[in-house]
C-alpha cells in the first residue's frame, strides 16, 4: 500500500513538471511533436531512475559515513554528468539504433534540473505517506519513487506534445502563437493534475 501511495503521489499529485516546475526548459523545448517528446520522455524515465539509485547509495554509503553531506549537490552533479556519459558509451557499443533514437536527447538530461532535484528530494526529504510518521526513503521506496516520478514526466510531457500537435493544427490568435499558448496550455494542465491533490 505504502508504494502504491508514493506512484500515486509522485505521478498525479506531486507532478515533478506541473506542480515543482522542474525541468520546464527540456518540457518546453522538446514538446513540439510527440515522436520527440516520447524519446525524451524514455530517456529521462532511464535516467532519472538510475541516478537517484547511484546517487542514494553514494549519498548513504560515503558522503554520510564521512561527514560530507555538504558536497551532496555537487557529488550528484558529477555522478548524473558521469551516468550519462557511461549510458551514452555503452548504448552506441551495445544498441546503436537505440542510441541513434535517444542520441539526442542524452546530452539534454545532463543538464534537466528534473534528475537532479528527484536525486535531491529523496535523500533529504521527509515523506509522510497515509497520516503515517515522516520518515526518509529507503532504497526500495526511493527506486519507487524515482520511476513514479520520472512516468510522471513522461506523461506531462507526451500529453503536452499532442496538446501542442493538435494547436498547431488550429487558428490561434497571432499574439498567442508560439511561446504564449503553450504557457496557457501549461497552466490549464497544472489545474487538471491539482484536482488529483485530494487523492493522497
Known sequence: ??????????????????????????????????STATGM????????????????????????????EFLQTIAFILVIAALVQIVEIVLKKIS??????????????????AVLG?????????????????HLLNLGQATVYALATSVGYGIA?????GLREHLAGNHVPEAFK???IALITVGIMAMAFLGFSGIV
Request: hydrophobic content about 55%; charged content about 5%.
Open 1 to 34: 500500500m505504502e508504494y502504491l501511495l508514493i506512484i500515486i503521489s509522485a505521478i498525479f499529485v506531486n507532478n515533478i513538471l506541473l506542480s515543482q516546475f522542474l525541468g520546464i526548459c527540456p518540457f518546453l523545448g522538446v514538446s513540439n511533436k510527440l
Open 41 to 68: 520522455s524514455g530517456a529521462v524515465c532511464f535516467v532519472i531512475t538510475l541516478a537517484t539509485i547511484v546517487t542514494y547509495l553514494i549519498n548513504k554509503y560515503l558522503l554520510l559515513p564521512f561527514g560530507l
Open 96 to 113: 546503436p539504433s537505440l542510441y541513434q533514437a535517444l542520441g539526442i536527447f542524452l546530452p539534454l538530461i545532463t543538464t534537466n534540473c
Open 118 to 134: 528527484v536525486a535531491i528530494t529523496v535523500v533529504t526529504k521527509e515523506f509522510s505517506l497515509g497520516g503515517a510518521e515522516a
Open 157 to 161: 510531457m507526451i500529453l503536452f506534445a
Open 178 to 180: 508560439g511561446l504564449p
